[in-house]
RNA sequence: GCCGAGGUGGCGGAAUUGGUAUACGCGUAGGUCUCAAAAACCUAUGGUAGCAAUAUCAUGAGGGUUCGAUUCCCUCCCUCGGCACCA
């Protein structure tokens, strides 16, 4: 097709003036959410990966509607972020502004590359009345305990002036920029509970289709351990009442364990440091040891993430002057202090087993630590050494740890000898609880979400702080290691007002005992509309920009109308895509509350009418129950553990505040990852390498068809791809010989007014086209969709005999998902003028159409296929006529000559072996 | 190290899940058209032997189960993706 350009400006017009009715969602019958992730707007326009895997999602989209189904395929804009901030900081420009011109022109292109959104739910996180929902969901979080502010070490990118989530640092880099030089930094953060989370997160996944890949990144991410927590006594006068309590997946080696070491971030280090002078001369340790301990800690502090890994090799560490009692010996351990174990994970301490743990025998080969065995790998050692302790403490002979659970057998260790690791840990656990030195316990690699970032261009947290009640908490409750409050403490409170607050909103006391001096903005003023500042830039001090805005800053306290002020830090990128796909769903209801624009300057709005919230987010609301979940929710690998994880929480937390129907606990059916398109020298494309492929100029030179075409050719949908113009032309090849081919059999039908019926081949052509194609788009094999189409073509061009209308009709809507320019085009060269082919129905397959009239069967002999035999497709079921045939052919003599023949195997319309000896 | 996915022609990749291995496309060779080239179209195209029919070998390597294995089982090698001092 030369002129595809008129052609597409023809129907995109047409589109454009008829795109409700035929993309639309509309609220009733069978429904299909089917859900591309919403993509970044960033300037440089559309890139070849969104085209990709839109069309994924389009040709899916396009084909279940032609099925019959109420198709949601919605767009949306995740248009929160650095990239934004930063050309609107260089170019002296507003981020909305930006941000609109960004959008404007996606979506342009988007229509032109014939995506069949449904326009009409269109949403944009940066926009008021779409983030006042996301900052509600925070202050939901708040009210539940599962946000609080913490003082805590985060990660800083110096480059980004910005705090990262744990999840955004890559190898000890800034996953944003690269930056190597994270380091870091006290900064007071907003934190979510997501670990309250953890194992709900694991038990969802059951009920879903997401593929291996996708559960597996999921549960690693989470990576539960089960194990126990035991409690060690430590033998000092300083903490004579103390415990250092540490976590073990490995209870069944406690006889073997020899020292313990406790993170240099851990609270015992810092006691030891801020002991009285006196009570360091009662203890045992040295003014020289307390200076040893202070300088190994500041440099573990001053080590950045990658530096601790990376050194992984070679254990350092120091001794602490401590000893504990190890429960089941009751022999004195040292504790030592080291930075490969991990503050972050279980308690901060460990109990060190160094024959049964690797890193602990290099620990204790370095520091001459004893080392005794207590599993053997010999199923029945000679000694058993029954109920008696090991006298001697060191076993230097070993090489290495045996880490072994499956196989060996407990030794040295009376209480559980001579059972295997797996029955001795139950054991082990069943004698701590009994003897109350411990419990059986759980430890996750997930950490707690840190939400706080310092930035402009994000949605600004809606709490406020009052200095005032900040005090009057304090001064009530001595918490000085900000650790979370307990029962008890609550009784030496006594606020009025804050417990009648409390009351009123229903939230427990304890949270907000938690965070002194913290409240939510009340919840008819929100949203709170970022303002518009003069200086966009991060700050080097750790404060947002916006903390320079006094006027907005500056705000009521909600309990005690005092002064207070606003929080300045805004929301990470992930929070606007939490709950997107809720959005769709609602978003007839979200716009009907439309905010004022230019967005207000003044954190409070009046916009609002105050039971819009229980109205919108409710278990009753007939369009989540409607919609949800999304039946294919398709996205790049990269957001496999992050995004999916975070939506997947937040969908569960207010699935369990009761804001969503019960049916339904898990947001996505079916997850389904795209693949990635490499450049034409088979590398990742980039500015800088000069290898990225601009969708707006392949679909110039040949078409947005071809290009559509072409991406769902490449291969399968989830692989990873080079780009290839050379396989392009071959795609474009296709599209011309099957429009020309269907114009000629147009043509051919007018003129020829009586046409016989087309014969059986080519009515099992188009069936078997009919029902290869619907079951490969079914289960997204795109690729092989358009090569059964590729192929029956070529045999029905063999053919060369006159197709029916219908037939052609038939052939034009099985494109259609794929081409939709080429097929409406043709569609539209019927005298009779019907709808779009994008309205029509999908065609039936007629079942007694897929075999053909003559049936080529092969014969093998004892498995080796040797000849061949002819028969009607009615012959085809009857075995004893097929076996007839195959003894009548020429081959069979040949190959059976002298030979006994045990037994025919037919397996009905596939083959037909002869097993002979 | 752990977890996951893979390994099929010169290349991208098919194979109805145990039943004709290499569909479809690219590339290559030859041909038609042309003054010529491009485009387009036609034919051939896994290796080896043979004029040929045909035979034989071949799905990372080696074993096994089976009438029959790219597919299932065991051992090993390699590639890609994720996690990683996680106790």
């Not at 419990?439 to 310092?454: E, G, N, T, V």
């Not at 500015?687 to 040949?702: F, L, Q, T």
């Given at each position: 097709?030369?002129?595809?350009?008129?052609?597409?400006?023809?129907?995109?017009?047409?589109?454009?003036?008829?795109?409700?009715?035929?993309?639309?969602?509309?609220?009733?019958?069978?429904?299909?959410?089917?859900?591309?992730?919403?993509?970044?707007?960033?300037?440089?326009?559309?890139?070849?990966?969104?085209?990709?895997?839109?069309?994924?999602?389009?040709?899916?989209?396009?084909?279940?509607?032609?099925?019959?189904?109420?198709?949601?395929?919605?767009?949306?804009?995740?248009?929160?972020?650095?990239?934004?901030?930063?050309?609107?900081?260089?170019?002296?420009?507003?981020?909305?502004?930006?941000?609109?011109?960004?959008?404007?022109?996606?979506?342009?292109?988007?229509?032109?590359?014939?995506?069949?959104?449904?326009?009409?739910?269109?949403?944009?996180?940066?926009?008021?009345?779409?983030?006042?929902?996301?900052?509600?969901?925070?202050?939901?979080?708040?009210?539940?305990?599962?946000?609080?502010?913490?003082?805590?070490?985060?990660?800083?990118?110096?480059?980004?002036?910005?705090?990262?989530?744990?999840?955004?640092?890559?190898?000890?880099?800034?996953?944003?920029?690269?930056?190597?030089?994270?380091?870091?930094?006290?900064?007071?953060?907003?934190?979510?509970?997501?670990?309250?989370?953890?194992?709900?997160?694991?038990?969802?996944?059951?009920?879903?289709?997401?593929?291996?890949?996708?559960?597996?990144?999921?549960?690693?991410?989470?990576?539960?351990?089960?194990?126990?927590?035991?409690?060690?006594?430590?033998?000092?006068?300083?903490?004579?009442?103390?415990?250092?309590?540490?976590?073990?997946?490995?209870?069944?080696?406690?006889?073997?364990?020899?020292?313990?070491?406790?993170?240099?971030?851990?609270?015992?280090?810092?006691?030891?440091?801020?002991?009285?002078?006196?009570?360091?001369?009662?203890?045992?340790?040295?003014?020289?040891?307390?200076?040893?301990?202070?300088?190994?800690?500041?440099?573990?502090?001053?080590?950045?993430?990658?530096?601790?890994?990376?050194?992984?090799?070679?254990?350092?560490?120091?001794?602490?002057?401590?000893?504990?009692?190890?429960?089941?010996?009751?022999?004195?351990?040292?504790?030592?202090?080291?930075?490969?174990?991990?503050?972050?994970?279980?308690?901060?301490?460990?109990?060190?087993?160094?024959?049964?743990?690797?890193?602990?025998?290099?620990?204790?080969?370095?520091?001459?630590?004893?080392?005794?065995?207590?599993?053997?790998?010999?199923?029945?050692?000679?000694?058993?050494?029954?109920?008696?302790l090991p006298n001697t403490n060191t076993q230097m002979g070993l090489k290495e740890a045996y880490t072994e659970v499956d196989n060996g057998i407990s030794?040295?260790?009376?209480?559980?000898?001579?059972?295997?690791?797996?029955?001795?840990?139950?054991?082990?656990?069943?004698?701590?609880?009994?003897?109350?030195?411990?419990?059986?316990?759980?430890?996750?690699?997930?950490?707690?979400?840190?939400?706080?970032?310092?930035?402009?261009?994000?949605?600004?947290?809606?709490?406020?702080?009052?200095?005032?009640?900040?005090?009057?908490?304090?001064?009530?409750?001595?918490?000085?290691?900000?650790?979370?409050?307990?029962?008890?403490?609550?009784?030496?409170?006594?606020?009025?007002?804050?417990?009648?607050?409390?009351?009123?909103?229903?939230?427990?006391?304890?949270?907000?005992?938690?965070?002194?001096?913290?409240?939510?903005?009340?919840?008819?003023?929100?949203?709170?509309?970022?303002?518009?500042?003069?200086?966009?830039?991060?700050?080097?001090?750790?404060?947002?920009?916006?903390?320079?805005?006094?006027?907005?800053?500056?705000?009521?306290?909600?309990?005690?109308?005092?002064?207070?002020?606003?929080?300045?830090?805004?929301?990470?990128?992930?929070?606007?895509?939490?709950?997107?796909?809720?959005?769709?769903?609602?978003?007839?209801?979200?716009?009907?509350?439309?905010?004022?624009?230019?967005?207000?300057?003044?954190?409070?709005?009046?916009?609002?009418?105050?039971?819009?919230?229980?109205?919108?987010?409710?278990?009753?609301?007939?369009?989540?129950?409607?919609?949800?979940?999304?039946?294919?929710?398709?996205?790049?690998?990269?957001?496999?553990?992050?995004?999916?994880?975070?939506?997947?929480?937040?969908?569960?937390?207010?699935?369990?505040?009761?804001?969503?129907?019960?049916?339904?606990?898990?947001?996505?059916?079916?997850?389904?990852?795209?693949?990635?398109?490499?450049?034409?020298?088979?590398?990742?494309?980039?500015?800088?390498?000069?290898?990225?492929?601009?969708?707006?100029?392949?679909?110039?030179?040949?078409?947005?068809?071809?290009?559509?075409?072409?991406?769902?050719?490449?291969?399968?949908?989830?692989?990873?791809m080079v780009w290839n113009e050379k396989t392009l032309m071959g795609v474009r090849r296709f599209l011309d010989k099957y429009f020309q081919f269907i114009?000629?059999?147009?043509?051919?039908?007018?003129?020829?007014?009586?046409?016989?019926?087309?014969?059986?081949?080519?009515?099992?052509?188009?069936?078997?086209?009919?029902?290869?194609?619907?079951?490969?788009?079914?289960?997204?094999?795109?690729?092989?969709?358009?090569?059964?189409?590729?192929?029956?073509?070529?045999?029905?061009?063999?053919?060369?005999?006159?197709?029916?209308?219908?037939?052609?009709?038939?052939?034009?809507?099985?494109?259609?998902?794929?081409?939709?320019?080429?097929?409406?085009?043709?569609?539209?060269?019927?005298?009779?003028?019907?709808?779009?082919?994008?309205?029509?129905?999908?065609?039936?397959?007629?079942?007694?159409?897929?075999?053909?009239?003559?049936?080529?069967?092969?014969?093998?002999?004892?498995?080796?296929?040797?000849?061949?035999?002819?028969?009607?497709?009615?012959?085809?079921?009857?075995?004893?006529?097929?076996?007839?045939?195959?003894?009548?052919?020429?081959?069979?003599?040949?190959?059976?000559?002298?030979?006994?023949?045990?037994?025919?195997?037919?397996?009905?319309?596939?083959?037909?072996?002869?097993?002979?000896?």
């Open positions: 097709m030369s002129d595809f350009k008129k052609i597409e400006k023809k129907w995109q017009k047409y589109w454009e003036e008829n795109w409700a009715e035929m993309y639309g969602a509309r609220d009733k019958g069978p429904k299909k959410y089917i859900l591309n992730e919403f993509p970044y707007p960033s300037g440089s326009g559309l890139h070849i990966g969104h085209t990709f895997s839109f069309t994924g999602g389009d040709v899916y989209a396009r084909f279940r509607r032609m099925k019959g189904d109420n198709v949601l395929f919605p767009m949306g804009w995740d248009a929160f972020g650095l990239p934004t901030e930063n050309y609107a900081i260089k170019m002296k420009r507003k981020p909305q502004e930006v941000t609109a011109e960004n959008t404007s022109m996606f979506k342009k292109q988007m229509k032109r590359l014939a995506f069949s959104f449904d326009w009409a739910r269109e949403v944009n996180t940066t926009d008021p009345s779409y983030y006042k929902w996301t900052q509600w969901i925070f202050i939901k979080l708040f009210e539940k305990g599962l946000a609080f502010k913490r003082e805590m070490p985060i990660n800083w990118c110096p480059s980004c002036k910005i705090g990262l989530a744990n999840e955004e640092v890559v190898d000890g880099k800034c996953e944003r920029c690269g930056d190597p030089n994270v380091v870091k930094r006290n900064i007071s953060q907003w934190v979510v509970k997501i670990t309250d989370y953890a194992d709900k997160l694991i038990e969802g996944l059951e009920g879903t289709d997401f593929v291996e890949k996708v559960k597996m990144a999921q549960i690693n991410w989470i990576g539960k351990s089960e194990g126990a927590r035991i409690r060690f006594k430590i033998k000092d006068l300083r903490f004579k009442n103390k415990a250092l309590e540490v976590f073990t997946t490995r209870p069944d080696t406690l006889y073997g364990a020899t020292f313990m070491v406790v993170a240099p971030e851990h609270d015992l280090v810092s006691e030891i440091l801020n002991s009285k002078s006196e009570a360091l001369n009662k203890s045992k340790i040295s003014n020289n040891q307390i200076q040893n301990i202070k300088e190994y800690v500041e440099g573990a502090r001053k080590k950045t993430d990658m530096e601790r890994t990376e050194l992984s090799k070679e254990k350092t560490g120091v001794f602490s002057g401590l000893y504990a009692i190890n429960p089941v010996t009751e022999k004195e351990i040292p504790i030592w202090i080291s930075d490969f174990v991990l503050a972050s994970y279980g308690t901060g301490a460990i109990m060190a087993v160094p024959a049964h743990d690797q890193r602990d025998f290099d620990f204790a080969k370095k520091f001459g630590l004893p080392i005794i065995e207590v599993i053997s790998n010999d199923q029945n050692p000679s000694t058993p050494n029954n109920n008696q030794i040295n260790s009376p209480l559980w000898n001579g059972l295997k690791p797996k029955e001795a840990l139950v054991k082990a656990i069943e004698y701590i609880e009994k003897e109350g030195i411990g419990d059986k316990a759980y430890s996750y690699h997930l950490r707690d979400w840190i939400f706080s970032r310092q930035h402009y261009w994000g949605e600004p947290i809606p709490m406020i702080f009052c200095q005032h009640c900040c005090q009057k908490i304090k001064s009530q409750i001595t918490n000085p290691n900000n650790q979370t409050i307990r029962n008890d403490q609550i009784s030496n409170v006594s606020n009025k007002k804050l417990e009648k607050y409390a009351k009123e909103k229903g939230i427990d006391i304890k949270v907000l005992l938690n965070n002194p001096g913290w409240y939510p903005v009340p919840e008819e003023q929100l949203p709170v509309v970022l303002p518009e500042v003069e200086a966009y830039e991060p700050t080097d001090t750790g404060e947002s920009p916006l903390s320079n805005m006094t006027n907005w800053v500056k705000t009521k306290c909600p309990i005690c109308g005092g002064e207070a002020k606003r929080e300045t830090d805004t929301m990470p990128n992930w929070a606007g895509s939490d709950w997107y796909f809720l959005a769709y769903c609602i978003a007839e209801k979200l716009k009907e509350k439309t905010p004022p624009s230019p967005p207000l300057t003044r954190g409070e709005s009046s916009f609002d009418s105050k039971n819009v919230f229980t109205d919108i987010f409710s278990s009753s609301n007939k369009e989540l129950k409607y919609w949800m979940p999304v039946d294919v929710y398709i996205g790049g690998d990269e957001h496999n553990t992050l995004h999916l994880l975070y939506s997947r929480f937040i969908y569960k937390f207010l699935y369990d505040l009761g804001v969503l129907t019960k049916e339904i606990s898990e947001p996505y059916y079916k997850r389904i990852s795209h693949g990635v398109i490499l450049g034409p020298d088979g590398a990742r494309m980039s500015k800088s390498r000069g290898n990225v492929i601009v969708p707006e100029v392949v679909a110039d030179r040949y078409g947005v068809d071809v290009v559509r075409c072409y991406l769902m050719f490449m291969g399968p949908y989830d692989a990873t114009q000629k059999q147009i043509l051919d039908n007018k003129q020829n007014t009586n046409l016989s019926d087309s014969s059986r081949d080519v009515k099992v052509i188009i069936n078997k086209m009919i029902d290869g194609v619907e079951r490969d788009i079914e289960n997204f094999k795109y690729n092989t969709a358009l090569a059964k189409m590729m192929e029956g073509l070529n045999n029905l061009r063999n053919i060369n005999v006159g197709l029916s209308i219908e037939e052609i009709k038939t052939l034009i809507k099985l494109l259609a998902p794929f081409a939709p320019y080429t097929t409406e085009e043709l569609w539209d060269m019927f005298d009779k003028k019907e709808k779009s082919v994008h309205q029509s129905s999908w065609p039936e397959v007629d079942k007694s159409f897929l075999v053909d009239s003559q049936v080529t069967l092969p014969v093998s002999i004892n498995g080796k296929r040797r000849y061949e035999i002819k028969m009607n497709r009615d012959d085809m079921s009857n075995e004893e006529r097929v076996i007839q045939l195959a003894r009548e052919e020429s081959g069979f003599k040949k190959w059976t000559e002298g030979k006994n023949i045990e037994r025919y195997i037919y397996v009905e319309g596939r083959m037909l072996n002869i097993v002979v000896i």
